[in-house]
Structures are given as structure tokens and as C-alpha cells.
């Protein structure tokens, strides 16, 4: 199973909007509403920031929305912010007897 | 709070073997899944593998079958990655993280164990 593709950047000026998309098949993004998005910054360990396409934990902050159209999922960091410099990942469920597999990652710049 | 306590680095030379740990605490360990991502230096997330502490099911990706042994002790709260013949291309950031079935993706992790493999 391969993984996911995302562009390799994005970029946006403090305030700006940036969207990052996440490219499978239809059978892990097309075919579940199970796609989640990770934040990872330098030397730290990811973080959750959407799961089930378009859902916040708790303590996310709003700016950051999920979505998902036929095998392309996507993430928008709206009124971006310094601290959201980071590398972002996402990652589907592919059905109970596979594995779930993970984007090949996008590293944000905040201008 | 969930919270996810790792094993320190580690420095081994090819060939030898290693065991890393993983010590969940905050919420109920045998009750729900906990998985290990690898990381090689500069690269993206890669997903190992994951193991329900409760009965030991384990599943493995096709890339990491046979090349790693994901375990847990129950009594202790404690997840392991195993290696039994490490490699240089070993050499990676590890992560445990507790896998959450009802949303189907990792939702707490822990702060990761670096692994280098050199002779």
C-alpha cells in the first residue's frame, strides 16, 4: 500500500489562508470517513489536530478544518499564525483487515 | 491525562538486538490499541504496527513483518518494539502512540526514542 501524496510545501503570510490536499485511492481516503491530519514540529512528536475527515479534539484550535472529496482529503489552516510553522501529515484508515498508511507529509511556511 | 512515557536512546551496533518501551498511564492500557510509527532522519511517518494490550492482537505493515516484534505486559502498562537483528537502516525516531478505534487514528503520543545503528 502506498502512501498518501501531499505537495511537499505550502506557504502563506500571517493571516492568510493555506490548504494542503492528501491523495489516495478508494480504498483508504475514498472509501472511509476516516482521515486524520497530524502537526509535527521540529524535533517534537506529532500531534493530532483532525480525525473522521473534519473533527477537532479537544484544545484544536478552529483555525485548523478538515474536508474530503472523492480520494482527495484536505486541511486549511485559516488566519495562519507563526506557530503554525510545522510539517503536516495525513494518514486513512484502510478497512479492518489492512493497515492504515500515512501521507508523505507537507511542510508549511509562515512568510 | 493520558499520557504515553518512552524509553531513553539508544546506541547498538549492527547485528545487535534491542527492545524499546512504551509506558501508557492516565487510562485504562488493556482497553485500547497502541501502535509504533518510525521516523528516519529527514523523512515522513511511517506506520509499524499495532497491538491490543487486552488479548495481544497484533497487526503488522507488510514492510515491517518479520523485520520487528511489537509486544505488551499488561500487569505493567508497558508496550515494546523489538528487534532481534538491528540494521543501520534502523536508525530512526521511534513513537508509540495509543490508537483510538472509534476514530480510527492515533490520538495521544509519546515523545519518541531515538535509535542509531552504526558500527
Known amino acids: 500500500q502506498s502512501a498518501l501524496t501531499q505537495p511537499p510545501s505550502a506557504s502563506g503570510s500571517p493571516g492568510q489562508s493555506v490548504t494542503i490536499s492528501c491523495t489516495g485511492t478508494s480504498s483508504d481516503v475514498g472509501g472511509y470517513n476516516y482521515v486524520s491530519w497530524y502537526q509535527q514540529h521540529p524535533g517534537k512528536a506529532p500531534k493530532l489536530m483532525i480525525y473522521?475527515?473534519?473533527k477537532r479534539p479537544s484544545g484544536v484550535p478552529d483555525r485548523f478544518s478538515g474536508s474530503k472529496s472523492g480520494n482527495t482529503a484536505s486541511l486549511t489552516v485559516s488566519g495562519l499564525q507563526a506557530e503554525d510553522e510545522a510539517d503536516y501529515y495525513c494518514s486513512s484508515y484502510a478497512g479492518s483487515n489492512n493497515f492504515d498508511v500515512f501521507g508523505t507529509g507537507t511542510k508549511v511556511t509562515v512568510l | 491525562e493520558v499520557q504515553l512515557v518512552q524509553s531513553g536512546a539508544e546506541v547498538k551496533k549492527p547485528g545487535e538486538s534491542l527492545k524499546i518501551s512504551c509506558k501508557g498511564s492516565g487510562y485504562s492500557f488493556t482497553s485500547y490499541w497502541i501502535g509504533w510509527v518510525r521516523q528516519m532522519p529527514g523523512k515522513g511517518l511511517e506506520w509499524m504496527g499495532i497491538?491490543?494490550?487486552?488479548?495481544?492482537?497484533?497487526r503488522y505493515s507488510p514492510s515491517f513483518q518479520g523485520q520487528v516484534t511489537i509486544s505488551a505486559d499488561k500487569s505493567i502498562s508497558t508496550a515494546y518494539l523489538q528487534w532481534s537483528s538491528l540494521k543501520a537502516s534502523d536508525t530512526a525516531m521511534y513513537y508509540c502512540?495509543?490508537?483510538?478505534?472509534?476514530?480510527?487514528?492515533?490520538?495521544?503520543w509519546g515523545q519518541g526514542t531515538l535509535v542509531t545503528v552504526s558500527s
Open positions: 473522521e475527515v473534519s
Open positions: 502512540a495509543s490508537y483510538s478505534s472509534s476514530w480510527e487514528c492515533f490520538d495521544y
Open positions: 497491538i491490543y494490550p487486552g488479548d495481544s492482537d497484533t
